[in-house]
């Protein structure tokens, strides 16, 4: 949907209110703590419910990214569409331009929007799979000087790729189908290997990665196909573009909408891009099919932070057992 779709369709508070329930409950309201049935819609505050067997009042925002907030809902609604159509991401000073909200507001509303695109199911990727590894972060500034003699950025190296001080993120992507990212510290065989396990149906794929010396543990597990970046970018369908191309757009929304990015929250960033790029095809309505999902996560973000560290809460250590078509 557009924003004009949406301004039109949800411009009330009400309106706004109503759907979520829709999407939550469908015809019965069950309590938010208890699950019970027995409930019944307040007369003093019609957004509001109470449950006859907790004796606790609730309404629909409670244990979505929408509890708690004071921000209207047909607002939320305005900025969500404004993400979702952003193909190479907004950053929080746009929102708060567009929205005339202040900059606390826009950064922390974005926030809670990119932790509802967390998908909390495991992948299967299959056929032609690509796997390769970026390093994010931007170039060291010169006069930085190291403190207590320990080095620092700016001095321990300016090279590009492998060997920098940059963040490295390792990306899975299916030719023609959805893209996997996450920030692994150590790209060690052991971590590369499991990150592939867990999101490659290694029976049915053939997987593709340049010559780096870690991916050599992957020959025992899965049809591994190499391609030597030093003598070739390409030989027929063994090559990694498609998952090189990704990662342009990955860099290029960093340097031409956000310019910066904290290391502590890339994992959020890192998750709208794999989102926005995994709906490329979608033929529905993305917005609405997006408020479902918001509307069954847990309130991540708590008082302008995030209830725990950032990575348990886009990398949990057990998943869905549900595979993510």
């Known amino acids: 949907m557009n924003i004009k779709q949406i301004q039109k369709k949800y411009n009330t508070e009400a309106k706004c209110l109503s759907f979520l329930e829709k999407l939550r409950w469908g015809k019965a309201v069950t309590c938010t703590y208890c699950s019970s049935a027995n409930t019944k819609r307040l007369k003093s505050e019609p ?5 006859n067997t907790c004796q606790r009042n609730f309404s629909v925002k409670v244990g979505t990214i929408f509890e708690g907030t004071r921000y209207p809902l047909t607002d939320w609604f305005l900025l969500i569409g404004m993400m979702l159509n952003a193909k190479r991401g907004i950053s929080a000073k746009q929102l708060q331009r ?5 900059y606390k507001t826009a950064w922390y509303t974005a926030m809670r929007v990119r932790s509802a695109m967390i998908d909390d199911c495991r992948y299967a990727l299959q056929n032609i799979v690509e796997m390769d590894e970026a390093y994010v972060g931007g170039k060291p500034r ?3 000087k190291p403190v207590d ?3 620092n950025i700016s001095t321990v190296t ?3 790729g492998r060997g920098t001080a940059k963040t490295p993120v390792v990306g899975i992507v299916e030719r023609n189908g959805k893209v996997v990212l996450k920030v692994i510290e150590k790209l060690t065989s ?4 499991a990150m592939l396990k867990e999101n490659v149906d290694t029976k049915n794929a053939i997987v593709v990665t340049d010559e780096f010396k870690s991916y050599k543990a992957f020959d025992k597990q899965v049809e591994h ?5 030093k003598k070739q970018f390409s030989k027929g369908v063994v090559h990694t573009n498609t998952i090189e191309g990704f990662w342009s757009i990955v860099k290029n929304s960093i340097k031409g909408q956000y310019v910066a990015l904290s290391k502590k929250y890339l994992p959020l960033y890192l998750v709208q891009a794999q989102y926005i790029y995994n709906s490329r095809n979608f033929t529905g309505n ?6 479902k999902q918001a509307v069954s996560d847990e309130k991540e973000m708590l008082y302008y932070k995030p209830a725990r560290s950032v990575k348990s809460i886009v990398y949990p250590k057990k998943r869905k057992e549900s595979v993510c078509s």
Not at 98 to 102: F, I, K
Not at 286 to 291: G, P, R, W
């Open 225 to 229: 196909l190499v391609i030597n970046h």
């Open 149 to 151: 003699n320990e080095p």
């Open 286 to 291: 993305l917005f609405e099919e997006y408020l």
């Open 98 to 102: 567009n929205m005339g909200c202040t």
């Open 190 to 193: 052991r971590n590369l290997l």
């Open 158 to 160: 300016n090279k590009r």
């Open 142 to 144: 010169k006069g930085n």
């Open 47 to 51: 957004q509001r419910h109470h449950c």
